[in-house]
């Protein structure tokens, strides 16, 4: 059973071409929502953690946001190095451990 | 940086052989994780440590074993290796109190043939 669904799986912008990127999880002890970066041939890299709905963070041209079923990563004006794969994570403390579910990512290339 | 090496980072090995996957940390976090990345799939969870000694299986941990003998490594083993291991496997720390924000490692390309 999906617990992280990510939408679209991949995505071509025009630079400055500002949409969103879709996170949907049905996990029932969250825990936190993640959002990574990944860049060819390299380890996810940590963007934001998100714990309650209505909760924003933002880091340049990017914001994510949170709702209790899914999380936006918007992308405001992009630009040819935003170019990646965007991952989604969430934490899932209602089991027995400490454990992290991801989605399988968007693939967003960015178009001079 | 969260200062994570994994080892060796690229390795091509034959059905059949065990292989051991080394990750080490300088910072003393106390949870460390075990993943693999295919096509299709996205990360999945082999296993994790929450301390010395201290491990529990993931999503995907048939097949595969870990150690942690020491805060700083813990080690991925594959018992007898096949060609369906045939991944990348990347190790990740998660910080503790409040925010267990994970950092990755590399990367280690595993081919099984």
């Known amino acids: 059973e999906d617990q992280v669904t990510q939408s679209p799986e991949a995505l071509r912008l025009q630079e400055g071409e500002s949409s969103s990127l879709n996170c949907s999880y049905t996990?029932?002890?969250?825990?936190?929502l993640f959002w990574y970066r990944q860049d060819p041939g390299k380890g996810p890299e940590f963007l934001f953690t998100l714990y309650s709905a209505g909760e924003e963070k933002e880091k340049e041209r990017l914001k994510a946001t949170l709702t209790k079923k899914e999380s936006f990563l918007h992308i405001t004006a992009p630009k040819p190095e935003d170019s990646a794969t965007y991952l989604c994570a969430v934490r899932d403390y209602s089991n027995t451990g400490n454990q992290f579910y991801f989605g399988t990512g968007t693939s967003l290339t960015v178009i001079p | 940086d969260a200062g994570i090496t994994q080892s060796p980072r690229h390795k091509v090995t034959e059905t059949g052989t065990p292989v051991t996957l080394r990750c080490h940390q300088t910072?003393?976090?106390?949870?460390m994780y075990w993943y693999r990345q295919d096509p299709g799939h996205g990360l999945r969870l082999i296993h994790y440590s929450y301390g010395v000694k201290d491990t529990d299986k993931g999503e995907v941990s048939d097949g595969y074993s870990v150690s942690r003998s020491k805060t700083e490594d813990f080690l991925l083993t594959l018992e007898s290796a096949t060609s369906s291991q045939t991944s990348v496997y990347f190790c990740a720390i998660a910080t503790s109190g409040s925010a267990y924000e994970q950092y990755f490692g590399p990367g280690t390309r595993l081919t099984v043939t």
């Open positions: 910072e003393n976090h106390r949870y």
């Open positions: 996990v029932s002890g969250l825990r936190g």
